[in-house]
């Protein structure tokens, strides 16, 4: 069993960088591919990024080239680098691994999931 723990969550000004982690228990997850969902009130959980095994990463088009998905396996940790933030990105982030090897951006392909951090941007 995977256990997920994200962290790093909180408020931002629009513009403003945040740095979410997802420390991963329970069994080693360097060939599993992880992936970072987002929910915002009234709206159905979406894809934000997602990381294969090999490194190779998805990102949806509304954060390509400000979200940037990396994994450090030494670490069994996933990061989601988040630049110029901007209102419409605040939701709860929820970090994701799935069994297989490689990134996808349906949540249906993902097994295990965390509890979710808070992002609020907002002046």
């Known amino acids: 069993q995977v256990q997920l723990a994200e962290s790093g969550g909180g408020l931002v000004q629009p513009g403003g960088s945040l740095r979410l982690s997802c420390a991963a228990s329970?069994?080693?997850?360097?060939?599993?591919?992880m992936g970072w969902f987002r929910q915002a009130p009234g709206k159905e959980r979406e894809f934000v990024a997602a990381?294969?095994?090999?490194?190779?990463?998805l990102y949806t088009d509304s954060v390509t080239g400000r979200f940037t998905i990396s994994r450090d396996n030494a670490k069994n940790t996933v990061y989601l680098q988040m630049n110029s933030l901007k209102p419409e990105d605040t939701a709860k982030y929820y970090c994701?691994?799935?069994?297989?090897?490689?990134?996808?951006?349906?949540?249906?392909?993902?097994?295990?999931w965390g509890q979710g951090t808070q992002v609020t941007v907002s002046s």
């Open positions: 994701a691994a799935k069994r297989g090897f490689t990134a996808s951006p349906g949540k249906n392909d993902y097994d295990y």
């Open positions: 990381i294969s095994w090999t490194k190779t990463t």
């Open positions: 329970g069994r080693p997850f360097s060939r599993n591919a």
